[in-house]
T-cell receptor, first 115, second 111 residues
Framework: GAVVSQHPSWVICKSGTSVKIECRSLDFQATTMFWYRQFPKQSLMLMATSNEGSKATYEQGVEKDKFLINHASLTLSTLTVTSAHPEDSSFYIC???????????FGEGSRLTVL | EDKVVQSPLSLVVHEGDTVTLNCSYEVTNFRSLLWYKQEKKAPTFLFMLTSSGIEKKSGRLSSILDKKELSSILNITATQTGDSAIYLCAAGGTSYGKLTFGQGTILTVHP
């Protein structure tokens, strides 16, 4: 079946560095992708909606200059956490809507730890 | 602001028990309610409900939506240890795929 792949699945970085997380639809085209953040023992919080070829739409309270989202192709969206701080440590999950089927698929998630 | 609330937040049962998880929602232009099971990684899809009163069933799991009460329940019968997970309820409006998630119910099934 359709798969959404995230890379890396886990990453540890130093405070102040930037980290890029990729969300890739492997066998379908995705016009829209969503980025969520999940803190330990909490639910998923939508960060932004990413549309291919246009700027992402951020949810209230999410800093767009800190969480840079790029959706350059129909199969790839990236989330870059800039100047990461320990409070950015979280589980980041993407989801994608299939262009032709309209189905929604989740990626496996990326766990970020900022030291 | 859209809101989804789940209860209970956690539940501990023994194998063979039946559990009912609750979800209530307040979503502008509501279109669908979804249930997911989350173990160590990303959520896995269980059900999508759009019509009131129609039960969806998959093995020991079933779910139903009540649009009048703005709520849904997820039932799991004859629970097994493998059912231990976080169960997430999410509601979507007109912007398909943009979901508001509840806090989740942590289910623990003891042998």
């Amino acid at each position: 079946g359709a798969v959404v792949s995230q890379h890396p699945s886990w990453v540890i970085c130093k405070s102040g560095t930037s980290v890029k997380i990729e969300c890739r639809s492997l066998d379908f085209q995705a016009t829209t992708m969503f980025w969520y953040r999940q803190f330990p023992k909490q639910s998923l919080m939508l960060m932004a909606t990413s549309n291919e070829g246009s700027k992402a739409t951020y949810e209230q309270g999410v800093e767009k200059d800190k969480f840079l989202i790029n959706h350059a192709s129909l199969t790839l969206s990236t989330l870059t956490v800039t100047s990461a701080h320990p409070e950015d440590s979280s589980f980041y999950i993407c989801s994608a809507i299939g262009r032709h089927t309209g189905e929604l698929f989740f990626g496996e998630g990326s766990r970020l730890t900022v030291l | 602001e859209d809101k989804v609330v789940q209860s209970p937040l956690s539940l501990v049962v023994h194998e063979g028990d039946t559990v009912t998880l609750n979800c209530s929602y307040e979503v502008t232009n509501f279109r669908s309610l979804l249930w997911y099971k989350q173990e160590k990684k990303a959520p896995t899809f269980l059900f999508m409900l759009t019509s009131s009163g129609i039960e969806k069933k998959s093995g020991r799991l079933s779910s139903i939506l009540d649009k009048k009460e703005l709520s849904s329940i997820l039932n799991i019968t004859a629970t097994q240890t493998g059912d231990s997970a976080i169960y997430l309820c999410a509601a979507g409006g007109t912007s398909y795929g943009k979901l508001t998630f509840g806090q989740g119910t942590i289910l623990t099934v003891h042998p």
